[in-house]
């Protein structure tokens, strides 16, 4: 487990100080993966930097097992800095090594003998699927498999936190998606924590089980994916799983948005609530699916009741949660029912994710 407390990071002193990261606290359990996402300027290097070590926060702590790592001494924090792997975005790979080579580098600086070093690296390559690939050069590999290699070698020393900055950036969606694969893999297999620190928020999506949003060095918001997604008023949440242009309903129709609550909702749900409303609902946009295990749902409907806090009413107890469309911006969650619902026809499109996360 590693832990963040109140981490800070001023550069320059005097009026040039600047304080690029704010009394950052969080934490990253043993089998968790944590994503750190932010725009551009947001400080997310420099907490990689500071995670590792490489950078000297200018308070606060990185605990690291319960260890304060940021306490050391150069010569304990060499030897300390190898329980954290990090895999950065560009590969990093020596060119005139094969991947084997690569991956034996960190056990050859520890003087692991050489039968050792082969049968670790054969391990190492087997873990990560590329024993066919262990005498290729880097240039003989695609992006996504010296990314493994790369993996291959953070974990050479058999660290307990792997460092992900950027890691899938500039890679193929497939490989993006084999590398995530192979980091949930980590996690669960070896009980890593995953520190995975990227501006791609569908890559979030595809592997975090939590995460941070970092903005001009503080933490603005941050849960679990699955939370988010449920929370209709979370920005981070939207950003994640933006919502697409809905249909535009008939002209008598009010718009309303609707998020799933709890993984207890009825697939019937539509059928449902019209029975309970005695009036048609039209489904003019929907997003249902399974994250980490969870269902999250967003749909936009039509319907022509008046009565808000009827319609409030027999969504919570399928399990949803109902907001009017209001001019293109949603409703306040909870104060759905005292908000005149608009028509379907004046929704604008939400946000794209980019304007939140970048
Ligand atoms: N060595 C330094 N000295 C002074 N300021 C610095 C230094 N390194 C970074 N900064 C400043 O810290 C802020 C955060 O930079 P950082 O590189 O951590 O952001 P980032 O979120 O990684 O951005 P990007 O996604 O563009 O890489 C920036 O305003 C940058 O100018």
Redesign the pocket.
């Known amino acids: 487990m590693i832990a963040l407390e109140k981490l800070t990071k001023v550069?320059?002193q005097g009026p040039s100080a600047?304080t690029?990261l704010d009394n950052l606290d969080f934490s990253v359990a043993a089998g968790e993966i944590f994503a750190v996402v932010?725009?551009?300027?947001?400080?997310?290097?420099?907490?990689?930097?500071c995670v590792n070590l490489l950078e000297r926060p200018t308070s606060g702590s990185v605990v690291v097992n319960g260890e304060n790592l940021s306490s050391l001494s150069e010569e304990k924090l060499r030897i300390a800095r190898r329980r954290i792997g990090t895999i950065f975005q560009s590969d990093g790979l020596f060119s005139r090594r094969t991947a084997a080579a690569n991956v034996a580098l960190p056990l050859s600086y520890l003087g692991v003998t050489a039968r050792e070093s082969k049968k670790r690296v054969a391990e190492l390559l087997d873990r990560v699927g590329l024993t066919s690939r262990s005498n290729y050069y880097p240039h003989e590999l695609s992006g996504g498999q010296r990314q493994r290699v790369g993996i291959a070698r953070a974990l050479a020393l058999r660290p307990t936190i792997l460092l992900a900055d950027?890691a899938t950036s500039g890679l193929d969606p497939e490989s993006t998606t084999s590398i995530t694969t192979l980091l949930k893999e980590l996690r669960d297999d070896l009980g890593l924590s995953i520190l995975f620190i990227t501006?791609e928020m569908e890559t979030v999506l595809k592997v975090a089980d939590s995460v941070a949003r970092?903005d001009h060095?503080h933490i603005v918001e941050s849960g679990r994916v699955v939370d988010l997604l449920r929370d209709a008023s979370s920005p981070l949440g939207r950003a994640l799983n933006p919502v697409r242009v809905p249909l535009v309903g008939a002209s008598d129709e009010n718009a309303w948005v609707v998020s799933y609550t709890s993984s207890e909702v009825p697939t019937d749900w539509v059928t449902r609530l019209s029975g309970t409303l005695s009036t048609p609902v039209s489904l003019l946009g929907a997003s249902i699916e399974t994250v980490n295990g969870s269902v999250v749902g967003n749909a936009t409907i039509g319907l022509r009741s008046s009565d808000a806090a009827a319609v409030v009413a027999a969504a919570a107890a399928l399990g949803l949660d109902a907001r009017p469309g209001v001019h293109g911006v949603e409703a306040s969650p909870g104060k759905a029912a005292d908000r005149a619902p608009g028509k379907a026809a004046d929704r604008t499109p939400d946000r794209e994710p980019a304007e939140v996360a970048a």
Request: charged content about 10%; hydrophobic content about 30%.
């Open positions: 550069y320059g600047v690029v932010g725009p551009s300027g947001a400080g997310k290097s420099t907490l990689a930097q950027e501006h970092l060095g």
